[in-house]
T-cell receptor, first 112, second 115 residues
């Protein structure tokens, strides 16, 4: 079955630590890839997206993600997290039609 | 505000009630979506509308009935819901066509509690 997997369900980091959140998908063919963030009490916001071209994508707030086609992966990274990055992070994939398919999300807590 | 407005923000309803959720987008997008967000589960796609036409119904029970009168408005009519339908219902819109190189814009959601 087609799916999006996020391996880390809960992550706790200290401020200034580096972050990497895993995302793998099982769709074949051409895919569009997204990372969304949901801050506490707020709506889902687009962090970054990949459609084609350079597999290293830079997004807002210092986040980046790398598309590795051979590994069906689109991991999210940030070199140094801040307390304000505490949020839930969702990976999403679209391979045909208009629908986005989401992973279960990763809850990130950054401690001072 | 994101450009996608959902009302009400919170709704408590009994299992025999009929209520409606409303979504309005001010972005000129041509596609709109309903998603269900439950704890510990991925966001579940419910319905997709493109240019007011329903293009996907993701095996959603008939107690959920969508309506898209125009490309800016989307409703979700609810009747005889079950407690397990309690969740955050999210509306999203996108601009489709061309290269398809677009993401979704989400509303803030309606927190539904069925009692």
């Amino acid at each position: 079955a087609q799916s999006v997997s996020q391996h880390n369900h809960h992550v706790i980091l200290s401020e200034a630590a580096s972050l990497e959140l895993g995302c793998n998908y099982s769709y074949g063919g051409t895919v569009n890839l997204f990372w969304y963030v949901q801050y506490p009490g707020q709506h889902l916001q687009l962090l970054l997206k990949y459609f084609s071209g350079d597999p290293l994508v830079k997004g807002i707030k210092g986040f980046e993600a790398e598309f590795i086609k051979s590994k069906f992966s689109f991991n999210l990274r940030k070199p140094s997290v801040q307390w304000s990055d505490t949020a839930e992070y969702f990976c999403a994939v679209r391979n045909s039609g208009y629908a986005l398919n989401f992973g279960k999300g990763t809850s990130l807590l950054v401690t001072p | 505000e994101t450009g996608v407005t959902q009302t009400p923000r919170h709704l408590v309803m009994g299992m025999t009630n009929k209520k409606s959720l409303k979504c309005e987008q001010h972005l000129g997008h041509n596609a709109m979506y309903w998603y269900k967000q439950s704890a510990k589960k991925p966001l579940e796609l419910m319905f997709v509308y493109n240019f007011k036409e329903q293009t996907e119904n993701n095996s959603v029970p008939s107690r959920f009935s969508p309506e898209c009168p125009n490309s800016s408005h989307l409703f979700l009519h609810l009747h005889t819901l079950q407690p397990e339908d309690s969740a955050l219902y999210l509306c999203a819109s996108s601009q489709e066509g061309g290269t398809g190189a677009y993401g979704y814009t989400f509303g803030s959601g309606t927190r539904l509690t069925v009692v």
